[in-house]
Each structure stands twice: as structure tokens, then as C-alpha cells.
């Protein structure tokens, strides 16, 4: 009946768009291509702000490509000495012009959406992110990701009051 479902479904949405209409990756998608992989990640977390000594932790991300479009990761590993993961989705929004996407993780029952742009020249995402917090406050913030060849290092950051707060960073390394 599962099978059947899916290929009804399929059947509609294909006569309703015809063939010729599928979307193609565009140059913009293929920035995601990087993000594919098995990747080590070294996080420090400054949750006693960004003067003080970090909390230092391991994880492990995993990122594949869906369709040529988005790249989806799976994270796993600790946080303040608790069994962490998360996952994320990121791709380029053709219509918006912009990167976008979600983080969901184990420490939080709402999701982070994002919005972002690339600087090839730089070979940095800067995207703005907005979540809600534990006590129900709205919350907005930043990540500055930066690309080398085999590594990739992330920075974010809590907005308040117009003012940029480092709250984690994560480097990573491209397990081969």
C-alpha cells in the first residue's frame, strides 16, 4: 500500500508540473558540494562568554547531497558533558537568492531556521540565524563558516542589542 502511495503521488505531481519543469542545481548549489563528507569536529563552547577558558568537546558530522540541492548533515557528540546531536539542512533558495535552511538538535525543542549568503572570493557563508529559547524568548544570531581544501571552521555567534556574542566554534576536519 506504501509503494502504491508514493507512486500515485509521484503520478500527480508529474502531470501536474509536466517533465520539463524539474528545477536543475544552478553554480549556487555546487558551494554545497563541499559540505559532503565525513567530517571530525573540535567544539568549543563559551558558555561562560567569549573571555573565558571554553568547554571543549568531540563530534563527528556526516553531510550528504539530496537531489543536487541541499546538503544534509547528521551530528553527533557531547555538550557540557551530555550526549548531543543535531541535524541540518542547507541549500540555495533560487527564488530568494539566498542559502537557507534548519537546525534541529537533542538540547532544544524548537528549530533554527537560517538565511545566508557566500563570498567565493573569501570562501565564507555568513548566515543569519533566529530560534526560539528555552524560555520562550525569541533569539537571533550568526555563523561565519570558512572553507579550506579538506577542513571547514565555524564561529557563532548570540545576537544581542545589535552586538555580536561568540558562543561556539566548531573546526573541522574532512575524515578521508
Same mark, same amino acid.
Given at each position: 500500500?506504501?509503494?502504491?502511495?508514493?507512486?500515485?503521488?509521484?503520478?500527480?505531481?508529474?502531470?501536474?508540473?509536466?517533465?520539463?519543469?524539474?528545477?536543475?542545481?544552478?553554480?549556487?548549489?555546487?558551494?554545497?558540494k563541499?559540505?559532503?563528507?565525513?567530517? &571530525?569536529?573540535?567544539?568549543?563552547?563559551? &558558555?561562560?562568554?567569549?573571555?573565558?577558558?571554553?568547554i571543549?568537546?568531540?563530534?563527528?558530522?556526516?553531510?550528504?547531497?539530496?537531489?543536487?540541492?541541499?546538503?544534509?548533515?547528521?551530528?553527533?557528540?557531547?555538550?557540557?558533558?551530555?550526549?548531543?546531536?543535531?541535524?541540518?539542512?542547507?541549500?540555495?533558495?533560487?527564488?530568494?537568492?539566498?542559502?537557507?535552511?534548519?537546525?534541529?538538535?537533542?538540547?532544544?525543542?524548537?528549530?533554527?531556521?537560517?538565511?545566508?549568503?557566500?563570498?567565493?572570493?573569501?570562501?565564507?557563508?555568513?548566515?543569519?540565524?533566529?530560534?526560539v529559547?528555552?524560555?520562550?524568548?525569541?533569539?537571533?544570531?550568526?555563523?561565519?563558516?570558512?572553507?579550506?581544501?579538506?577542513?571547514?571552521?565555524?564561529?557563532?555567534?548570540?545576537?544581542?542589542?545589535?552586538?555580536?556574542?561568540?558562543?561556539?566554534?566548531?573546526?573541522?576536519?574532512?575524515?578521508?
Open positions: 500500500m506504501h509503494r502504491f502511495i508514493i507512486a500515485l503521488t509521484l503520478v500527480l505531481f508529474v502531470s501536474t508540473i509536466g517533465y520539463a519543469q524539474f528545477p536543475k542545481p544552478v553554480k549556487e548549489h555546487e558551494v554545497l563541499h559540505e559532503v563528507g565525513n567530517w &571530525a569536529g573540535g567544539v568549543k563552547f563559551y &558558555a561562560q562568554g567569549p573571555d573565558a577558558d571554553p571543549e568537546s568531540k563530534g563527528n558530522e556526516v553531510i550528504e547531497m539530496v537531489g543536487g540541492f541541499w546538503a544534509v548533515g547528521k551530528y553527533k557528540g557531547s555538550l557540557l558533558g551530555q550526549p548531543f546531536s543535531g541535524q541540518s539542512t542547507l541549500g540555495y533558495d533560487t527564488n530568494k537568492k539566498k542559502y537557507v535552511g534548519f537546525w534541529v538538535d537533542s538540547f532544544t525543542s524548537s528549530l533554527m531556521e537560517m538565511e545566508g549568503t557566500y563570498d567565493a572570493d573569501k570562501k565564507t557563508m555568513t548566515i543569519l540565524t533566529k530560534g529559547e528555552p524560555n520562550g524568548e525569541p533569539n537571533k544570531g550568526k555563523m561565519i563558516v570558512v572553507y579550506g581544501k579538506d577542513s571547514k571552521k565555524m564561529t557563532m555567534f548570540a545576537t544581542h542589542e545589535k552586538t555580536d556574542i561568540k558562543v561556539m566554534e566548531i573546526s573541522y576536519t574532512r575524515k578521508k
